[in-house]
């Protein structure tokens, strides 16, 4: 009887690196060419690695394609450690059944995999030239931790079965200018970008997330370019973080296991760094759509005065806004609509930098202090031009959460500005309506100016003699009620239409029938907004 043959057997053409390859992959075993020696094992060194850690890329995709059957009682696996990998790795289009690791490795040429189909895919601290990865599909993961890629990501259009974890990537810009082209992907649950550094865009447009994107601790730098991150139609079902991060030293539990060096679940130890999201260049999230939140907490926004922090017609429940302020650059919230505005004062840019016309936000909850004067500040920023829509909308905020009292403060505020905008004759009408009555706003003002015209105008009538209009109707003269008669309208005391007045007398008379209207009118307008906040 013959033996069968091994239909498993490697070709004869394989290198001794390649050999031992083939038959790891079989064994589903990692395929460890380190030294142990961490100068000798760095990916990212200039040191040379020879032959002996070498295999070919069509050796690795000949395994993954069309590889051996695994060992009995094994499942095929290519999993390597501190191997180079020469030639240029190309699995467009194929279909990728077997568990892929890659740790610490170099890759001499681009990865290509555009329109490929792995299950899950993990290349772990490799140096890798460009990844070509456009309509790429995966059932499980791709991880992509601490890589360093020369010429940029491109993801267009891939679809991620369940989690996208490029933390500690390191990645520069493509031809284009693009260090991460990810424009239509769509991750079913996290995509978790903690600690990057990119140098080009970002570019996530109409992108959609399942969950929560994370961009914690993470450097976007492309000053030269319009935008580091272009992110217009993005969708999170939850929280996009542009937060701060900790930072552990690799290697410890943090290192070597997702989150791959970041923690943001538990409390950092004492002594921990904690490094900020950094953006440097425009950043942009026009038309987005997120679940829960968008949280800016200590981020640190760097724009050229042509650039802008650009947060049109986004959706949200939340929006975080407490960074450092931008120096330069603009902010645009103009459409957005919000639920709540957790700001503070001082991350907000000062006049001309701040546009949010049509800005729809429902609750304000500052941290640290933020006055009043210093809220009016931020309208004012926002409308170097008057507009009445940013002071209506703050003052139905605060009117609902029930400061009546700052709200009419904001609209007293609010006629002052379009006072500027008023010619000669109507402004002088409207500083006298501020000085008097203060539009109205105060109206234990105008009750105040009551009391005085009655006062004065009292002393005034009781030097008066009047003679009656009919000498045998008439009551008896009472100054102090004949002037309030006057005064106050509507009411009638018994005294106004008995007595006949001359001269400047009745043109008093006359004026203080138009104040008494005036005043009467001010103080009923603030009784009855006392009433229906009663």
């Not at 990810?182 to 992108?207: K, M, N, P």
């Not at 001082?346 to 609750?363: I, K, Q, R, T």
Request: a neutral charge; glycine letters at 8%.
């Amino acid at each position: 009887m013959t033996e069968a043959p091994d239909v498993g057997a490697a070709p004869d053409w394989l290198s001794p690196a390649e050999l031992g390859l083939w038959q790891a992959f079989r064994n589903g075993s990692t395929y460890d060419l380190r030294t142990r020696n961490p100068v000798r094992d760095d990916p990212f060194s200039v040191r040379p690695w020879g032959p002996e850690r070498s295999v070919r890329a069509r050796v690795v995709a000949l395994l993954l394609l069309s590889g051996p059957p695994a060992l009995p009682g094994r499942v095929a696996a290519l999993k390597l450690n501190g191997v180079q990998i020469t030639g240029t790795l190309n699995l467009s289009g194929g279909t990728i059944t077997p568990y892929v690791e890659l740790n610490n490795c170099r890759f001499e040429n681009e990865l290509l995999l555009p329109e490929a189909h792995f299950t899950t895919v993990r290349l772990v601290s490799c140096a890798i030239p460009r990844i070509e990865a456009a309509r790429l599909t995966t059932e499980g993961d791709l991880h992509l931790p601490r890589c360093r890629v020369a010429g940029g990501i491109r993801l267009t259009d891939a679809h991620i079965g369940t989690d996208l974890l490029i933390s500690q990537v390191v990645v520069h810009a493509d031809r284009r200018g693009r260090a991460i082209a990810a424009d239509g992907l769509s991750v079913a649950q996290d995509l978790q970008a903690d600690l990057i550094e990119s140098y080009g865009e970002v570019s996530l447009r109409a992108a959609k997330v399942g969950v929560t994107l994370s961009l914690r601790g993470s450097r976007l730098i492309n000053p030269d370019g319009q935008r580091a991150l272009n992110a217009p139609q993005l969708t999170v079902e939850r929280t996009l973080y542009l937060t701060s991060a900790a930072v552990y030293p690799s290697g410890n539990q943090a290192g070597t296991t997702p989150p791959y060096g970041t923690n943001y679940t538990n409390t950092p130890v004492r002594g921990t760094l904690i490094q900020p999201f950094e953006c440097r260049g425009g950043l942009r999230l026009d038309d987005g759509r997120f679940g829960d939140a968008v949280d800016l907490a200590q981020s640190r926004i760097v724009m050229t005065d042509s650039q802008e922090l650009s947060l049109r017609r986004i959706q949200t429940p939340e929006l975080r806004f407490t960074g450092q302020r931008p120096e330069r650059g603009k902010v645009v919230l103009s459409g957005a609509r919000v639920v709540n505005l957790v700001d503070m004062a001082d991350s907000w840019p000062g006049p001309g930098s701040l546009a949010m016309n049509g800005f729809a936000y429902e609750n304000l909850i500052p941290i640290g202090t933020f006055t009043l004067a210093e809220r009016l500040d931020w309208v004012t920023a926002a409308t170097p031009e008057y507009a009445p829509e940013p002071y209506e909308r703050l003052a139905a905020v605060l009117r609902n959460s029930g400061e009546d009292a700052d709200a009419r403060e904001v609209l007293l505020a609010k006629q002052r500005r379009r006072r500027e905008t008023l010619p000669l004759a109507a402004k002088a009408w409207g500083v006298l309506q501020d000085l008097t009555v203060a539009y109205g706003y105060r109206p234990g003002r105008a009750a105040l100016w009551m009391a005085v015209l009655w006062a004065a105008s009292a002393l005034a009538f009781s030097r008066y003699d009047p003679q009656p209009i009919k000498a045998d109707e008439h009551p008896e003269w009472n100054a102090p009620l004949y002037a309030l008669d006057l005064l106050i309208p509507v009411v009638n005391l018994g005294q106004d239409g008995y007595w006949k007045l001359t001269g400047l007398w009745q043109w008093g008379a006359a004026l203080l029938i138009i104040l008494g209207w005036i005043l009467a009118t001010t103080v009923a307008a603030g009784a009855s907004r006392l009433l229906r906040r009663g």
